[in-house]
């Protein structure tokens, strides 16, 4: 499969973003999807994930409250909309993929997920 990223860019602190993954080549709904980020310096971060089959959605405790995943399964887009955002949320952005549903807590190791978008970059200033 591929995906492609796109929004991003750069807002002020409590601005909001809205990231897009669109998916092609596998068929959406079988997989676990997941957004990540990496700021400068910093190793790859868990951000949030959902269960495509059946919409169940996973937040870190650091945007819960804050960003929403979703999907359009008619375009097989996946979504991150960010609200509120901080300057410590200033890092570039990957959406992934693992085939089949999980949640327990080892699905939200990087590791585990074997397609990667390209990135996005997130920018917020104070």
């Known amino acids: 499969g591929q995906l492609v990223q796109s929004g991003g860019g750069s807002v002020q602190s409590g601005g909001s973003l809205r990231l897009s993954c669109a998916v092609s080549d596998l068929t959406f709904s079988n997989y676990f999807m997941g957004w990540f980020r990496q700021a400068p310096g910093k190793g790859l971060e868990w951000v949030s994930a959902i269960n495509s089959g059946d919409g169940p959605t996973y937040y870190a405790d650091s945007v819960k409250g804050r960003f929403t995943v979703s999907q359009g399964n008619a375009k097989n887009t996946l979504y991150l909309q960010m609200n509120s955002l901080k300057p410590e949320d200033t890092a570039m952005y990957y959406c992934?993929?693992?085939?089949?549903?999980?949640?327990?807590?080892?699905?939200?190791?990087?590791?585990?997920?074997?397609?990667w978008g390209q990135g996005t970059q997130v920018t917020v200033s104070p």
């Open positions: 992934a993929t693992r085939y089949g549903s999980c949640s327990d807590s080892w699905c939200f190791d990087p590791r585990v997920f074997d397609n």
